[in-house]
């Protein structure tokens, strides 16, 4: 293949080469018009308002290899530990061997990415990447120019599944980069619940650039829980693409714990009235990590909801970064917003950059944003302490409990358990144990 390329853009020469394996006319076509929108926009810097407190110099700098090894153990103990259903993608590519398939309820469809129909390769548009991600979104134009696997779920209309569906991708190598690619259509009024853990196998350097997809259908139920937990050295950047039709309902958390630095984008799109959409997560850092939750919920129909808390605790060094937008269109009235990020900081050093936004076009609307910073407080811990507690048995108490109340958003109680267990686990060894 012939493909005009940029002189100096950061993955070029990956580009060409992961071209290389790509097979169908379709997906070919689909690489071609990333590749395209990723030379248009070009790397992200200072100037993309987007991208104004997340530097990615290291990260373009920095000499990879396109993954090519698919075969790993799962890391137990880096995921969420639910008895569910697993699909596993090793480095970007399905692994059936990890996966369990065969297990999988009546009424979802799993469909390799070579046997797409041409239904399902509109999944893949209906959420605007051909548009938007040309302005926007160039690591997701990266991820379109460079899978080369794709994980493709279907639930049929009415289905309701008990049971979670747990999607892992695994970072295996070092010095590696690769291109998850996760899409999933739900159908009218079916009910699901997702987990989506990014997970490392080993304690090498890699780059990880993923794409999720989920299309609700009137009436569709998502439960969306979302477990970041790589490597110490890795590089996280992850787009979550969501269009949520009339009453459907999208229920998302993100849980941000490891990687050097990382960066968790979702943009959900309310097309249907009376839709619903909750977008909620921690982010917990320490050492020297970025953390980074930029959003977007474009309220584009009347009668709409969304609400979005955020929670953070950075300790050492650690950055985290908040940008959050609601955007309602004029035909949107009645459009009921809520947003709010809250971070504890727990040395002069640790930093948080927070940037709550609301863009109105309607006149009847009732939406409003907010953000905090803080620290421990004293009274409160002197408060524990005049009750027979330890000072730092007190503190933990109290770093626990501001992230539990952050994890109480979880509907799901077996979901909010597991977590809530991930988070004290981190919290243990990134945090407490170094008091």
Not at 189 to 217: C, P, R, T, W
Not at 362 to 371: L, M, P
Not at 400 to 413: L, P, Q, V
Request: charged share 25%; proline share 3%.
């Amino acid at each position: 293949m012939n493909i005009q390329q940029s002189s100096k853009l950061p993955f070029e020469e990956l580009i060409a080469e992961s071209f290389e394996g790509v097979t169908g006319d379709w997906h070919h076509e689909l690489c071609k018009r990333g590749l395209q929108n990723y030379v248009d926009v070009g790397w992200p810097g200072a100037k993309n308002e987007s991208w104004k407190y997340t530097n990615l110099n290291k990260l373009g700098s920095h000499s990879f290899s396109i993954a090519k090894d698919y075969s790993t153990a799962i890391p137990e103990d880096m995921i969420i530990p639910l008895d569910c259903p697993r699909l596993v993608l090793v480095n970007g590519v399905f692994n059936s061997e990890l996966s369990d398939q065969k297990l999988l309820p009546e009424g979802i469809a799993l469909t390799p990415l070579a046997n797409l129909s041409d239904y399902q390769k509109t999944f893949f548009d209906d959420l605007r990447l051909g548009k938007e991600i040309k302005y926007a979104l160039p690591l997701a134009s990266l991820n379109t120019a460079m899978f080369s696997d794709a994980l493709v779920l279907e639930l049929a209309e009415g289905t309701e599944l008990s049971s979670p569906i747990h999607i892992i991708s695994i970072g295996s190598g070092s010095q590696i980069t690769f291109a998850p690619r996760i899409v999933v259509n739900v159908g009218k009024g079916a009910k699901l619940d997702v987990i989506e853990s990014h997970v490392g196998a080993s304690s090498g350097m890699y780059f990880s650039n993923s794409v999720v997809q989920f299309n609700l259908q009137d009436g569709a139920k998502v439960g969306h829980y979302k477990l970041q937990n790589e490597s110490n050295e890795s590089f996280h950047i992850s787009l979550t693409k969501v269009l949520i039709k009339e009453r459907a309902f999208y229920d998302n958390f993100t849980i941000s714990l490891g990687g050097i630095l990382s960066r968790n984008e979702i943009q959900a799109h309310i097309t249907g009235s009376g839709a619903e959409c909750c977008v909620n997560g921690t982010y917990l850092g320490a050492g020297s990590q970025h953390i980074d939750n930029t959003t977007l919920i474009e309220h584009i129909a009347e009668g709409s909801c969304s609400r979005e808390v955020f929670k953070g605790v950075l300790g050492d060094r650690a950055r985290g970064v908040f940008q959050g937008k609601i955007l309602v269109h004029p035909d949107a009235q009645k459009t009921d917003g809520y947003q709010m990020n809250r971070a504890m900081l727990l040395s002069d050093q640790a930093e948080i950059n927070s940037k709550p936004e609301l863009e109105i076009y309607a006149d009847d609307v009732r939406c409003s944003h907010g953000a905090t910073v803080g620290e421990l407080e004293e009274e409160h811990i002197f408060y524990l302490r005049a009750r027979g507690i330890d000072r730092e048995r007190a503190r933990r108490m109290l770093i626990g409990a501001y992230i539990s109340d952050a994890i109480d958003e979880i509907r799901n109680t077996g979901i909010r358990s597991s977590i809530q267990g991930v988070a004290e686990n981190w919290l243990k060894h990134n945090l407490y144990e170094k008091k």
